[in-house]
């Protein structure tokens, strides 16, 4: 079993940067994929980034990339979404996952924990 706990949304302007933190328990999360999705309201969850279980592979959401930037550390059963350069469209809640595989997967429906959330608002 692993749980996962996100912090550090909120409120940013346009081109401001806010970092995204995913805590977890559970024995196995050194051994799961890792990624960050986001649902903005009546719009369906998609994919913006994942890790693999090594740090080695990491994807990106074309429309992220370049400006996210995701890692984790083991040590810290932890990982993370640094986002800079921010735009309105960005606004959403954003959940933390957890997948028993290797590489990350871009479809949420290969993961198999979820966080509850946090909410990032960019205000233009």
């Known amino acids: 079993q692993v749980q996962l706990v996100e912090s550090g949304g909120g409120l940013v302007q346009a081109g401001g940067s806010l970092r995204l933190s995913c805590a977890t328990s559970g024995r196995t999360f050194s051994r799961s994929a890792m990624g960050w999705f986001r649902q903005a309201p009546g719009k369906e969850r998609e994919f913006v980034a994942g890790?693999?279980?090594?740090?080695?592979?990491?994807n990106y959401a074309d429309y992220v990339k370049g400006r996210f930037t995701i890692a984790r550390d083991n040590a810290k059963n932890a990982v993370y979404l640094q986002m800079n350069n921010l735009k309105p469209e960005d606004t959403a809640v954003y959940y933390c996952?957890?997948?028993?595989?290797?590489?990350?997967?871009?479809?949420?429906?290969?993961?198999?924990?979820w966080g509850q959330g946090t909410q990032v608002t960019v205000s233009s």
């Open positions: 890790i693999s279980w090594s740090t080695a592979g990491t």
């Open positions: 996952a957890a997948a028993m595989m290797i590489f990350p997967a871009r479809s949420s429906s290969q993961y198999d924990y």
